[in-house]
């Protein structure tokens, strides 16, 4: 059975702490793996990775994926407040033009003032 | 520009009813998935599909089926709701490759079963 696993499940942390969110995943015929953020709507889309040992940075978010160890991890420094949301890791299966996505349970992360 | 659209928003329904839940997309892409999110849970898959008039099972199908009669529009059915199955509702839609960064959700559906 395909899984996506992610920890903690919820985070405490105050402005200016650094995070680090865990995703593992086990699945078959891996194609992508994504982190989004999603602050009461929809998801929206932070990163997509799909090499091992290649990090990806957008502003003070990174996130680097393990594909020997099946696994990635999502990186906030210097958190805001705006950072609270729930992030949600997600991994693309298939191959071709059909393809499934499956999420993990989500990391709620809460940053007090 | 809302490139999906989940019509019903917000619903109550009694147990027992027949629910429709229906996703539209523009953007003529190939794959549709039906998830729900549960307070942590994430988001489980329902059902997905790749093509007009096909579907594939997903992590919880039990439940719930589907409907893919055109490309545009994948409807989740409810055939005799439960409470259990009361819920966020999120609909979601890609190009078939699955490329990550084209991957489109709708607003979600909150159903209330009573």
């Known amino acids: 059975e395909d899984k996506v696993v992610q920890s903690p499940l919820s985070l405490v942390v105050h402005e200016g702490d650094t995070v680090t969110l865990n995703c593992s995943y086990e699945v078959t015929n891996f194609r992508s793996l994504l982190w989004y953020k999603q602050e009461k709507k929809a998801p929206t889309f932070l990163f997509m990775l799909?090499?091992?040992?290649i990090e990806k940075k957008s502003g003070r978010l990174s996130s680097i994926l393990d594909k020997k160890e099946l696994f990635s991890i999502l990186n906030i420094t210097a958190t805001q407040t705006g950072d609270s949301a729930i992030y949600l890791c997600a991994v693309v299966l298939g191959s071709g033009n059909t393809g499934k996505l499956i999420f993990g349970q989500g990391t709620t992360l809460q940053v007090k003032p | 520009d809302v490139k999906v659209t989940q019509s019903s928003r917000y619903l109550v329904k009694r147990t027992g009813e027949k629910v429709f839940l229906e996703c539209v997309q523009d953007m003529d892409h190939e794959n549709m998935f039906w998830y729900r999110q549960d307070p942590g849970l994430g988001l489980r898959l329902i059902y997905f599909?790749?093509?007009?008039?096909?579907?594939e099972k997903g992590d919880i199908p039990e439940g719930y089926s589907v409907s893919r009669e055109k490309k545009e529009r994948f409807s989740l059915i409810l055939e005799s709701a439960s409470t259990n199955q009361t819920s966020m509702y999120l609909c979601?839609?890609?190009?078939?490759?699955?490329?990550?960064?084209?991957?489109?959700f709708g607003e979600g559906s909150w159903l209330t079963v009573v």
């Open positions: 979601a839609s890609t190009v078939g490759g699955l490329s990550g960064n084209t991957i489109y």
């Open positions: 599909s790749y093509d007009v008039k096909m579907k």
């Open positions: 799909t090499s091992s040992g």
